[in-house]
């Protein structure tokens, strides 16, 4: 083999390889492996080249394996483009033979939201927990000396009507507010400076467009050395004006619940009429929330706590109530028949 023949057979592999390229690719990529092996393998016709090289004098051997390897990029390049366009011509395929079509917009999967009691209650806890609330519990079936006794209720006390009363088992009872929380709490702790709120879910046997068997308060006891009333009148405008906002009205009438004393029944300015009288307030211009008073000394008594050093505070609202003014809906029943056509208004 002379060195005519060496460079000769280098052309005419290179054209050949072209020409076998453009074949592939018109037959759609056809067989592109199987012509790669061919040319770029290891036993391939390029690397055969450089076996013929031996028939070089020894000065044109450089020179010809710089045409090699030109040749062999030339071709890895070109393979390259082949392998990519058939890569695309295959998923084109598959999805062109699919019955699904990508570019169609998806169906948004729903976005749900809180619950509006889950706002308010969420709601009043950031607002108090901001002034320093510690959150409290208390079991929803308790006995019912938490409920009632403790709480300056006697077994024969007519407040225990007024409540209503869910009995599970002797003694044993659906608690009717969370003031039990007050019981456990004040039992749980020695005696000292209190911040505490309890929201919960509580349960009274009664069922009308403003009462649910089942409905959620939130109770909050302050006690430390010379509470007052007007701390807890403070405190209670300060809520009700982050709840109905600014401007709102506070009023509380006396009223009587034996584990406070004095004890008053508080009310807000109507948040749908501002006070003027409307549907919603029943033309009063108020709108009861919950009950309040200060501390009885005989409860404080029962858990040993001094009510000669320690004075307090204590409210309950409705949670429900509230979350009914906020959103103005008309039956608190709607708030847990879990309609989501209901919800989703919110
Ligand atoms: N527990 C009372 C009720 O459910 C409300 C209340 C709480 C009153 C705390 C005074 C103090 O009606």
Request: aromatic share 8%; charged share 25%; with cysteine.
């Amino acid at each position: 083999m002379d060195s005519n023949n060496v460079n000769q057979d280098l052309e005419s592999l290179k054209i050949r390889l072209l020409a076998d390229l453009d074949t592939c690719d018109q037959g759609g990529g056809d067989g592109l492996e199987e012509l790669k092996v061919r040319y770029l393998g290891k036993k391939g016709e390029i690397y055969g080249l450089m076996r013929g090289m031996g028939a070089l004098p020894a000065d044109q051997r450089p020179a010809f394996g710089q045409m090699v390897n030109t040749l062999r990029d030339l071709a890895e390049e070109r393979f390259a483009v082949l392998e990519s366009r058939a890569a695309e011509q295959a998923i084109a395929a598959k999805l062109s033979a699919s019955t699904v079509d990508p570019t169609l917009p998806g169906t948004r999967s729903e976005l749900g939201h809180l619950h509006p009691l889950t706002v308010v209650r969420d709601d009043t806890i950031d607002f108090f927990r901001g002034m320093g609330f510690e959150l409290a519990e208390a079991p929803e079936v308790d006995h019912e000396w938490y409920n009632f006794e403790a709480l300056n209720i006697p077994p024969e006390h007519p407040a225990r009507d007024m409540h209503d009363t869910f009995y599970v088992d002797e003694g044993v009872v659906m608690r009717t507010h969370t003031s039990n929380v007050q019981v456990h709490y004040l039992l749980g702790h020695e005696p000292g400076p209190v911040r505490m709120l309890a929201p919960g879910c509580v349960y009274r046997v009664d069922n009308d467009a403003s009462h649910a068997p089942m409905f959620q308060q939130v109770e909050c006891l302050v006690i430390d050395e010379n509470i007052s009333f007007s701390h807890l009148k403070g405190v209670m405008l300060l809520w009700a004006e982050h709840v109905f906002g600014k401007g709102t009205k506070l009023r509380v009438r006396p009223s009587y619940f034996p584990f406070t004393e004095p004890s008053a029944e508080v009310d807000v300015s109507c948040s749908l009429c501002g006070g003027a009288g409307c549907r919603l307030c029943k033309h009063t211009g108020w709108i009861e929330v919950g009950g309040c008073g200060s501390v009885d000394p005989a409860v404080l008594t029962q858990v040993g706590w001094d009510p000669e050093r320690w004075t307090g505070f204590a409210f309950g609202f409705g949670i429900d109530r509230i979350a009914l003014l906020k959103y103005g809906i008309p039956n608190i029943g709607l708030l847990t028949r879990n309609e989501a056509g209901f919800l989703r208004q919110f």
